[in-house]
């Protein structure tokens, strides 16, 4: 597989994989995120999050950016010292982009099967948003920070996430 686990600029590390636009790849990418974290030493909690967001961006990327003969990419960007995770999936579909998180809320007493991925992605992660892919992608970039006063690399199974 083509990968990249090269630093990016001092104390950051990055990862980069061209994955099919499938369910099989959606949840490969799942799992390569998971272990490369891990072989870096990311915070557990940090992985944790990471997951459900690369799982729901990857399912996007499936669904909604899906072009035939045409993959999505992921790429994870991680600054250990700070405690920062940069991920980033980027599609074929520049014309089709993720309504805000607003626009997903649903009226009380209303079940959906659907539609609720980007909002889980909005709690999970410290920001998110929807930028140009030239000539004719897009790529949703979350970040995840490990929350302050925890040391880069500390095993934290027993903490809360931080309210945001």
């Known amino acids: 597989m083509n990968?990249?686990?090269?630093?990016v600029s001092p104390g950051q590390l990055a990862f980069t994989q061209l994955l099919s636009a499938t369910r099989r790849g959606a949840r490969l990418g799942r799992l390569l995120a998971?272990?490369?974290l891990r072989s870096w030493g990311a915070p557990q909690d940090l992985t944790e999050r990471a997951e459900l967001v690369v799982a729901e961006l990857g399912a996007n990327a499936v669904l909604h950016g899906h072009l035939p003969g045409r993959s999505f990419r992921l790429t994870l960007v991680f600054d250990a010292p700070l405690g920062r995770l940069r991920v980033d999936v980027t599609d074929a579909r520049g014309d089709k982009w993720p309504p805000a998180p607003a626009a997903n809320a649903?009226?009380?007493g209303l079940l959906r099967t659907g539609g609720r991925g980007l909002a889980l992605v909005d709690a999970l992660a410290d920001r998110w948003e929807t930028l140009p892919f030239p000539p004719s992608g897009?790529?949703?970039r979350a970040e995840l920070i490990e929350p302050a006063g925890r040391a880069p690399g500390h095993d934290s199974a027993t903490s809360?996430?931080?309210a945001r």
């Open 3 to 7: 990968q990249l686990a090269s630093p």
């Open 160 to 162: 809360h996430p931080v």
């Open 106 to 108: 649903v009226p009380d």
């Open 34 to 36: 998971v272990g490369q």
């Open 138 to 140: 897009k790529t949703v």
